[in-house]
Every structure is written in C-alpha cells, then in structure tokens.
C-alpha cells in the first residue's frame, strides 16, 4: 500500500507538471496579453506594466520563476486585481464553491443511487418509467436552463427560494440542484444499469437461495457489485462539482471559484488562469487516487499496491 | 415405506413471455424418500432446472407455478408465502448451481457467505458462525480452513468453490439438497471429487439429495432412483439398476445409446438422437418424443401416452408397453460390469 501511494503520488506530480507546462506555454501562445486593451493603453504604461509583473522577461525565464513559485504554493498576484494574490483568490472562492458543491454531490449519492436501485427493482413499470423519465430529462436540460427555470418557477412564481446570494442554507437548494441536476440523472442511470446486470448474476441466485431477505440480496449483495461504475463515474464528478461551475454561480449570483476559471481567460490573467487550473487538476487526481483506492475496499479482485 | 420427505404432485410451470405462455413443465410428479439420492435427467430445455427452481419457488419472472402441489414434509410450498419460504431456503431445502465461478459473491469473503445462513437461520452470534464456517470448510475438505475462510471467492480454484458452495448449502443441516449440474462446470478429476464429497456428505449429514445432470454417468454414480425428463414431462422413472439395463422408454434408450463408451473401441461412432426438442410455447399434443422417436405409431402424436407400470417403481410414458404395441427390442450396449 505504502509503495502503491508512492508510485501514484508520483505520477500524479508528473501529470500536474505536464499540465502546469502545456497551460503555460498555451496561454502565452494565444495572441494578446493581460494588457492588451481595445483602446490600447500608451506604450510606456504597458512597459511599465510588463516590467512590473516581469512579462518582458524571456519566456524560459517566466516559466522557471512560475515553477519555483508553485513548488512554494505561491501563485503570485493576479495581474486583473490589484493587490489581490491568487492564493487569496481561491482561498475565498473555493469554500463557497465547495459548500455549494459537497451539497451537490450528496444530493448526487443520497439521490441518484437509491432512484437507480427503486428503477432497476421495478423494471418497466411506472416507478421505473417516471425516473428514466427525469433521469434523461436531467441529464439532456443543461445547467443554465435548470438554473433559470428553478429561478422562474420557484424564486419569481412560487416565491419559496431566493434568487440569488448564498446567505441561507434556503439558497442552497436552487444552485444545488442546477449543479447536480446532471450528474444526479447520470448517476441513477448508471446505477440502473449496472443493478439490472448485478441483479441476474448467479451469486444474486444463491443469496436468494441461502433464504435471505430481498432487502439483504439488494442492498448488501446486489448493490455493492453494482456500486463499481459508479465510484468510477463519481470520483472525477466530484472534482468538477466541488471547484464550481461558472454558469450556475453567475446565474445564481454566487462569489464562487467557478467565475474566475471562464474571467481569467477573457481577461488574460495568466497568474489566476495558470492557479486555477492548477488547483482543479490537483483535485482531480486526487480524486482518481481517492477512488482507486476505493475501488480496493468495494471490489477485492482489485488489488491495490500491486 | 420410507418416510416421504418431498412429494411433487402434477406440477405445471409456465414462462409468460410477450410471445406467449411457455410451458416448462407440464405435469411433473415424483417423491423423495427421506436419506434418498434421486437423479433427475434430461437435455437442455427439458424441464428439470425450472423443476427445481419451482420447489425453492425461486422462479425468475415472469416464471409462475400454474398447478400442482409440492409437499414437503407433508406441507405444501406452493402455497406458503415469501416470508415462510426464506425461512424454509437454505435452512431445510438447500441449493448448489452449476456455475462455482459466478456463483459466490465476489466482493464478500468465503467465509461472510457462509456464516451469513448460519447467522440467518440459526441465529448463531458472528464469532460462533464463524468457527462453524471454518468447521463446515473443515468438512468439506479445504485445507487451512482457518485461514482460507478469510479469502475472496477469486482466491480459491473452481473445484473449491463448489466445496464452498457446499459447505454453505450444507451449513443448516438441510433435510433436501438440490444440487444442479454441481459438475458440470468442472474438470472430470474435480468431477469425481465433488460427487465422492456428496456421497460422503449425504451420509454424515442424513440429506436427501435431488442431483440434476444431462450426464448419466454423474447420476449413475450417487443416484438410487432416476427421473428421466423430456418436453417438460416425465418420460421414465426406475431405479439406477432399470434406467441403466432395462430401460423402457425410447427416449431413455436413445440417451444411453449417446454416451461415449471406451469399450466400443474407435470403430463405432456415437449415435445421437436425430432432431431437436419440442417447442414448449407450443406443446405437441401426444408424446413430446414422437417427432424424434424411432418407433413412433400414429397414437404417439395423436395421444399423450399415460404411465405404464413396468412395476411399483419403475413407469414409463409410452405407447410401446400398451398391450396392443409392438415388441421392440433394443440393444442400448449397456453392459453390466463395464463403466
């Protein structure tokens, strides 16, 4: 186990410098600057600009002192925001993304699982029909539709949720379930499907025969099995869910990370586009490791350290 | 008379498929006497599976028992509810399938599995089901069994699975055993190992047991009394010693007639039984047989022969022992004294 964390931790570095170079050397690649105005400023600001964040230094240069600065966790200042770092940046976004999101996901799990499990159970009738129903609704509507329509139906016609803002756990419902919507109709599929498969297996039969309850061949024998392609799905899910989605949180006006991913792009702020690509790929692999490491407690003909 | 433990009265199983009703088993009636090994034998397709799967009346849908009964120690499964059956599955009828590979559950240990009908019926505490896991892999000849009772089904070979199964199966002391092609799936070596474990098994532990196989040589080995089934019909019932040398029925001829036999040297091929089984969405109307059987008469299709009694054991369903047939005589090369 020990050697097995090692090697991926590792190799999980070595995606991150490969995703930290490629992004690099990309953005400086796209035409423009963080400067670069459509009434364009007078050369000497810009000079004193570039020299200020050492943009006139020889792009090697720029690359080496950004990798020295993340292998210090320094993203360095955000060239948009005066006196705001990077650092900061995500430090204050990711708590509201990430509460938004930890929501999300539970909504995602405590949902979407048991709505599988009841489909699979009840194949082809009604129960099954009227989930397959939302399910391929919630995963074809995108999020911005969701999002409007929880705002036009239940902030502006029913009143019951606000609109927008994140100071109650009122405010929570609407962004959650814009956020989750999909991932929450993907996972009850899946988990649909993978039970119809696990529920015709011959171990589900002996269960049977062994005279337990079918509560007890469903939620421990048939469900464990059938649980597999769903941490797979959930793990990388729960990365994208946590950082934020810029469409949900500009809709539901919420002070999340999600904005400065799709802001620093059209803004050109390399410091904050660079940390928060760096910050979402960290979780993902980390997330990845988190579920191959899963996978060995579900599933033990996968063995983890080998 | 020996105490009757199970006794299937004209049992009928029908598949209701969107095609139409499937008739899988149509009028099937036989007794097991308590301590008695009973084979039951047939091709793919002849009914002798879903035959027991209605007794454990663990019928996948949309499989339903239509008729009949079955009377277990004198009381009728057809009748008793899903709640009172759970109680009777594992603990007085006990099952083993086919399949020791996908049989056990991948993701619990052997010994979770085992000790989970122990705990279920006899309401044992986990560390006392636990030694008794260990106990029932003990007996079914796991070696280590303190140590193996830990591992995952991946871990163990197929001729141990299927011990495992059997040690689950047996783990309750159950009054019936009903054990599905336990061999099928094995190598001939594991074969004989398996059934020799059953053998032996079935004494220590006073079960009845119904082994269902397509392979006579399996039945010829642990069976006293053979069921032959075809078309979802009984065709023949004896003892081993009947089925085997006096067969009466064509249909039990043309199965013995297909086995291979060293003896016969490389000279002389197989004979197989010409056709295939009839359709069971549309049941023929005489003998299931007649289409395939050599001997057919025109009564054959026309009228579903009933049960002669070629004595108080040993029935068979066919037009050929009716007074007025013909005598046909038949050399199946059944030999006594050669394997």
């Not at chain 1, 070595?14 to 050397?25: A, G």
């Not at chain 1, 810029?246 to 799709?262: M, R």
């Not at chain 1, 690509?277 to 960290?282: D, G, K, N």
């Not at chain 2, 007639?257 to 060293?262: D, E, M, V, W, Y």
Request: proline share 6%; net charge positive.
């Amino acid at each position: 186990m020990g050697r097995f964390l090692a090697n991926r931790i590792i190799s999980m570095l070595i995606t991150l410098f490969l995703v930290i170079t490629i992004t690099f050397f990309l953005m400086h690649a796209i035409p423009g600057g963080p400067f670069t105005r459509e009434k364009p400023l007078p050369p000497k600001v810009i000079e004193a600009l570039e020299a200020k964040y050492k943009l006139d230094q020889p792009l090697w240069k720029q690359y080496v002192d950004y990798l020295k600065g993340v292998v210090t966790f320094d993203l360095g200042p955000s060239f948009q925001r005066v006196g705001v770092t990077v650092n900061e940046l995500i430090a204050k976004g990711f708590p509201v993304s990430a509460k938004i999101g930890g929501g999300s996901i539970l909504l995602v799990l405590l949902v979407g699982i048991p709505l599988g499990v009841i489909s699979a159970l009840k194949q082809n009738k009604w129960q099954d029909q009227v989930v397959m129903v939302l399910a391929t609704l919630g995963v074809t509507i995108p999020s911005f539709v969701m999002a409007t329509l929880i705002i036009y139906i239940f902030s502006s016609k029913l009143g019951w949720l606000p609109s927008h803002g994140l100071t109650s756990w009122k405010h929570m419902i609407g962004p959650m379930i814009a956020l989750g919507g999909f991932s929450l109709s993907f996972v009850a599929r899946l988990t649909r499907s993978s039970m119809l498969e696990v529920l015709q297996q011959d171990y589900i039969r002996t269960a049977r025969a062994k005279g337990l309850s079918e509560f007890v061949v469903v939620g421990k024998h048939a469900l464990k099995n059938a649980l597999i392609p769903v941490v797979s799905y959930i793990g990388p899910t729960i990365a994208a869910i946590l950082t934020g989605s810029f469409v949900v949180e500009k809709i539901f006006a919420i002070p999340g990370l999600g904005k400065h991913f799709v802001e620093s792009v059209g803004n050109r702020d390399y410091t904050v586009l660079m940390g928060v690509t760096i910050f979402y790929a960290a979780f993902l692999v980390l997330m990845i490791l988190i579920v191959d490491i899963l996978y060995g407690f579900i599933d033990p003909r996968i063995k983890v350290g080998d | 008379m020996a105490e009757k433990l199970l006794d299937v009265k004209n049992l009928k199983t029908s598949f209701y498929t969107h095609v139409g009703e499937v008739q899988a088993v149509r009028g099937v009636s036989f007794s097991l006497n308590k301590g008695e090994a009973l084979g039951i034998v047939g091709e793919s397709g002849s009914g002798k599976s879903v035959t027991s799967m209605s007794i454990m009346k663990l019928l996948q849908f949309p499989g339903k028992i239509k008729d009949g009964e079955i009377l277990f120690k004198g009381e009728d499964l057809v009748k008793k509810s899903e709640k009172h059956m759970m109680s009777i599955r594992g603990n007085e009828i006990a099952m083993i399938f086919q399949d020791p590979m996908t049989s056990l559950n991948p993701v619990y240990t052997v010994g979770d599995q085992i000790m989970e009908a122990i705990i279920r019926h006899q309401g044992l505490s986990k560390q006392k089901a636990k030694k008794k896991a260990i106990e029932m892999l003990k007996l079914v000849g796991i070696p280590s069994p303190e140590k193996r009772v830990d591992n995952y089904p991946h871990e163990f070979s197929g001729g141990m699975r299927q011990r495992a199964m059997i040690a689950i199966a047996l783990s309750c002391q159950p009054d019936l055993l009903i054990a599905d092609e336990p061999t099928t799936a094995l190598d001939v070596t594991i074969q004989a190992q398996i059934l020799e474990l059953m053998k032996d098994l079935k004494e220590k532990i006073n079960t009845s047991i119904i082994l269902i196989t397509h392979d006579l040589g399996v039945v010829a080995d642990v069976c006293s009394r053979i069921i032959v089934m075809y078309g979802g019909l009984v065709m023949e019932e004896g003892t081993a010693e009947e089925i085997f040398y006096d067969p009466k029925h064509p249909y039990t001829m043309g199965l013995l007639k297909s086995i291979p036999r060293l003896d016969l040297g490389q000279k002389k091929r197989l004979v197989p039984i010409e056709g295939s089984p009839p359709d069971l969405l549309k049941p023929p109307k005489g003998c299931p047989f007649a289409a395939r059987c050599p001997y057919a008469m025109r009564i054959c299709v026309e009228e579903r022969p009933p049960y002669f009694y070629v004595n108080e054991g040993h029935r068979s369903m066919c037009w050929l022992l009716h007074e007025d047939a013909p005598d046909v005589k038949v050399e199946t090369g059944v030999k006594r004294g050669i394997a």
